[in-house]
């Protein structure tokens, strides 16, 4: 039978209020067990630079805590021994660094500092949020231009191909003609009508006459305004 006024813990002897040497802030308190420590109370002296006990453990007094984390963004104090750092309402405290609500990343203009979302990291834009240049959006969390979506390849030699604001382009090339759809080079005459021709410098997009009286056909036929005849019609 274990004495009245002694603990007997991990085969060894306590006597009455006899700390733990590897706790501070438990005893033996044979009121409540014989055979385990008993946790001081809260606010209990424990050490010897003013430190408490609280929820059983020995912590530091605020008043010998330094609890300014140097950062302009959140509200230090100090609680039962241990710092607190809260983050300001309109604020986001990201990789140790404060951002004012908006604020974007600098390495991803699709994220940014919503607090209502998160303070601690960064936020996806809304999708279609305009985002870096021409017409790139926000899609997902990633700044996208909607030309990288396109294939703007319309196969034809006598163009270049391109794209502006997520539309296709297609540049006639100098010294060449586009009709419906076929490349002509300059000077190259009509399939259906030798009095028409490939002529840039008038039109990329259409046939252009060739000059009154040039030979066409056969015999003694030249164009007039476009159109080959004979000078006897």
Known sequence: TVNADTCLIDGACYGEAETNAENLCASCNTA?????????ADDASCGDAGETCQAGACLPSCDTLVCDDSLACTTDDCAAGLCTH????DKCLIDQAC?????????????????????DVWSSLPDATSCGDAAETCQAGVC????????????LD???????AGVCTHGVNVGVCLIG???SI????????????????????AWSNLPADTPCG???????????VHPCD
Do not use: F, K, R
Request: aromatic share 2%; with cysteine; glycine share 6%.
């Open 218 to 228: 056969d015999e003694a036929q030249t164009c007039d305004t476009g159109v080959c």
């Open 144 to 155: 996208v231009d909607p030309c990288d979506s396109l294939d703007c390849d319309d196969a």
């Open 99 to 119: 951002y004012a609500e908006g604020d974007l990343s600098a390495d991803n203009l699709c994220m940014a500092c919503a607090t209502a979302s998160a303070q």
């Open 32 to 40: 409540t067990a014989q055979d385990g420590w008993t946790g001081l």
């Open 181 to 183: 759809a076929t490349c």
């Open 86 to 89: 809260v983050v300001d309402a």
């Open 158 to 164: 006598c163009t270049t191909d391109g794209c502006d």
């Open 186 to 205: 300059e000077g190259e005459a009509s399939p259906d009508n030798p009095c028409v021709a490939c002529d840039p410098t008038v039109a990329q997009d």
